[in-house]
């Protein structure tokens, strides 16, 4: 086995990504939430900078795809279980849940769970490379810090049921067979990339109109876009 180069630049922007999700695990304890979500997004950018820079620069490695893979569970996995985690501990428990309110906190960390289990799959799945198959965990990140940083009072209003019942639902869209779009562009032509356009476009003016809540709006656009996508596509009968 050769030498192992850890310190190469798409490295360094994975554990970027890596030290923002630290820090935003940190703030989620502390309930800064807008700052959870400025941190979140930082994360995405190194995310999404360190693939394009190891493309540029052909500076692929076994290395890099495992530290990829863990910044992202920690970033996108992690936090937005912390964040959860500390929305279930500001919550009223009443009723039956009242019960369990020593108990319910602790679920919000099946996202981390879940979103290691769609790593993992993603690492290994030839289906997904020019689209997703489940929700991406950025995703689903974006979806609980914005839904806490913009929609708190909403989020306290609903209860640690129905909090709950969404913690599963992402879970479950983390690792489903639904097949999602991705923000890929091979061309411009409207004819090939409607999709992406249509999405672009109405997630822009969620997040004019309803600021930081519409990013977890977008969120839930994407999710049910491509369930619109899927069920309009053409299936192959056969006889």
Excluded at 34 to 42: E, K, R
Excluded at 67 to 75: E, M
Aim: with cysteine; proline share 3%.
């Amino acid at each position: 086995m050769g030498r192992i180069r850890l310190f190469t630049l798409p490295n360094l922007l994975t554990s970027l990504n890596l030290f923002c999700g630290c820090l935003a695990c940190v703030e989620a304890f502390g309930r800064n939430y807008d700052l959870v979500l400025l941190l979140v997004l930082l994360s995405a950018v190194f995310d999404f900078s360190d693939g394009l820079v190891a493309r540029a620069t052909k500076q692929y490695s076994a290395v890099g795809l495992q530290l990829d893979s863990l910044a992202d569970d920690i970033s996108f996995g992690l936090v937005p279980s912390v964040v959860v985690f500390s929305l279930f501990n500001e919550m009223s428990y009443t009723g039956r849940a009242f019960a369990l309110k020593d108990v319910i906190p602790y679920a919000a960390f099946l996202i981390s769970v879940f979103s290691a289990l769609r790593l993992a799959k993603f690492n290994v799945d030839e289906r997904q490379t020019a689209s997703f198959v489940g929700l991406p965990t950025p995703a689903n990140a974006l979806f609980w810090v914005a839904l806490a940083a913009g929609s708190h009072a909403f989020v306290m209003e609903i209860g640690p049921v129905w909090t709950l019942l969404a913690v599963l639902v992402s879970s479950v869209l983390l690792v489903c067979e639904l097949p999602m779009f991705a923000l890929k562009f091979k061309n411009l032509h409207w004819r090939d990339n409607m999709v992406r356009y249509v999405f672009i476009v109405t997630s822009l003016l969620l997040v004019i109109f309803f600021r930081t809540a519409g990013i977890a709006l977008a969120i839930c656009w994407y999710v049910a876009l491509s369930v619109i996508v899927f069920l309009m596509k053409p299936r192959h009968v056969s006889h």
